[in-house]
């Protein structure tokens, strides 16, 4: 079980031995997402362009396109070792922001796994690489260092984007959950949206920071609740954000064969909760349940 989870040891982040296996694994894999990439960009992307200049401001149609490329990439390669948790999205209707810790460059497309469409914000690097910094921004992706990220993530969530945020800001080297930054629960709390706390367990052993491999290891995703900011409290950022880490710290402890017998608990606003149960092993036999 200790190579699910997010809160182990400084022994589990040492460098993994990466073997003949794992290097023709690592080119195999990054070749395709290299060639998805070129697809999305070099082909199709003078055309997205223009569809987007005209027809599509908020860029929906760049991402649902990279989404579709990206999830069978994802699939194709993980099969059984990804497992989605059923989750009922029904009970959101409209925009949420989708909040989860954060171990590997592969994180935000485990997050593309999900139904919600949405944007990210994101560090400076990946937009200064050429393509695909250029697919960062025709996707509407947003700069996390720009000073006012957090009203831009506001209009974009009013007009019926929802979001994909990493409140650590960074990988976890040690793969142990780090400090949760405010910028993501500010935003709750102007927008009141609701809030998907999401606990991703084993992306950190499937291609670790500081190492250039991708390793074969099981990889689970966790939507784990509905929240909404309480705006009845004295300090209802700081109550979501402790709630929010709270439910996450205790997912990734029990790891992914306990959270896979845990149902998934959806608060609604008006403070009923409803439960929904798990479905086991769906990609064993063959079924992808998850959008």
Known sequence: MAEYMGTQSSDSAARRQITPRVVLRTTYVLTWFAIYLVILTLILGPFLWIWCRLFDRQRRSVRKLVRMFYRHGMRGYCGKNMRIKEFDWSAIRGPCLLIANHQSVIDILLMFQLPPDGCCWSKEWPFQMPILGWLMSLSGHLHVEKPDVVNRAAELVRSGQSMYIFPEGTR?????????????????????????????????????????????????????????????????????????????VAALARGPDQSREVKSHAAGPEGHDTFHPVVPDFNAAGETPHG
């Open 172 to 248: 976890s080297r040690s793969l142990k959950l780090g400090r949760f930054h405010e910028g993501a629960f500010q935003l709750a709390c102007r927008t009141n949206v609701p809030v998907v706390p999401v606990a991703i367990h084993g992306s950190g052993n499937c291609m670790p920071p500081g190492q250039m491999a991708v390793f074969d290891v099981p990889i689970f995703v966790e939507p784990l609740a509905i929240l909404y900011p309480d705006h009845s409290l004295a300090h209802p950022q700081r109550e979501l954000k402790k709630r929010v880490r709270d439910l996450i």
